[in-house]
């Protein structure tokens, strides 16, 4: 099994999720992790701003099978919103379907996500919504596009890696997109597993978008990526305020800074709560020598 695939199946285990819950932030996770409740979190984000850098928040979740969970996280969602707008910080909302009860009732998770999202709606908070897997890619599209009738503040992610990711873009061409290579574990038949072909398509989708006109936020690590995107955009004349570079928190941290202070429009992805767990793990999935950030964690304490 390549290291890749072991880290994705490690993140969908279940056991191993609410085992890791109750241990807190260890396994070095607080690095990458901005905290596990809404003060701490709100203090990163100041920290961030501080620095030129806006922030989207995601309230960690995943597994949720329960209504109640489910009610829980929509809760937790709205006290993020009220902290954004009473701190007065720069920062919108990133959120998972899934989390609101995507797998359980298809109703039950409009009602929660429309809850969301016209509470943000009533303080000018922008609300994306994450794309997880492909068995959940369509319906949190049209979740989106329903929400869309009443509340502009909506958005979404396309991943690059699906190859029907050109029809998806050209359909919500009019939305503010996140542009993402994929995080997942896809089979053949849908998903790219080339990391060249992958990496070309991303090229592609992130300059249709940005000639659209549309907001686009550029959503990698991958630096010649990023070089590419500034060439792109002084040869296009696209304004600075049509796109933001987006990374994770604890990620090249001194590519955002520098990013940041190059007078681009930079926002860092704000992971916070207990569920930290197959987030963490998808990272390593992503890049193994991630696990260089939890040998300095155990090691350094
Ligand atoms: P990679 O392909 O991982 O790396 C390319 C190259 O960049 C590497 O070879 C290396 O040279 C360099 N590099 C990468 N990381 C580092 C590092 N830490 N330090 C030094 N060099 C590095 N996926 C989804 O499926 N759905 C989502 O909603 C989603 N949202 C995201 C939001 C944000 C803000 C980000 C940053 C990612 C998101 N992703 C999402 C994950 C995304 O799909 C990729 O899996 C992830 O970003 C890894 O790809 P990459 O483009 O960063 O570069």
Not at 181 to 191: F, R
């Amino acid at each position: 099994m390549a290291l890749r695939d072991f880290f994705i199946a490690l993140s969908e285990n279940r056991t191993l999720n609410s085992a890791a819950q109750k241990y807190g932030l260890k396994m070095g996770a607080q690095s990458v992790v901005a905290g596990t409740n809404i003060q701490e979190t709100i203090a990163s984000i100041k920290e961030l701003n501080k620095q030129g850098i806006s922030c989207t928040v995601d309230n960690l979740g995943e597994f949720v099978y329960e209504k109640s969970e489910a009610t829980a996280a929509k809760e937790q969602i709205l006290e993020v919103i009220k902290a954004i707008h009473e701190n007065g910080v720069d920062a919108h909302i990133s959120l998972k379907p899934s989390q609101l009860g995507l797998d359980i009732e298809r109703d039950f998770c409009y009602q929660n996500l429309k809850e969301i999202v016209a509470l943000a709606d009533e303080y000018n908070i922008f609300v994306n919504f994450d794309m997880e897997n492909y068995d959940r890619l369509h319906p949190s599209f049209e979740l989106m596009e329903e929400l869309n009738e009443e509340h502009k503040n909506v958005g979404t992610v396309i991943q690059a890696y699906f190859h029907e990711s050109d029809e998806n873009i050209e359909k919500y061409k009019n939305y503010r997109l996140r542009i993402v290579k994929g995080a997942y574990k896809e089979p053949a038949n849908i998903a790219y597993q080339d990391k060249a072909e992958i990496d070309q398509k991303f090229i592609e989708l992130i300059e249709y978008h940005l000639l659209n006109g549309k907001f686009t936020s550029i959503a990698t690590h991958d630096h010649n990526v990023i070089d590419h995107v500034k060439q792109f955009v002084k040869v296009n004349n696209i304004p600075n305020d049509k796109f933001e570079f987006q990374m994770l928190y604890g990620f090249r941290k001194d590519m955002q800074l520098q990013l940041a202070k190059e007078g681009y429009n930079f926002c860092t992805y704000v992971p916070f709560g207990r569920d930290w767990y197959g987030y963490f793990m998808r990272r390593l999935a992503e890049r193994p020598q991630n696990l260089t950030l939890v040998t300095k964690q155990v090691f350094t304490k």
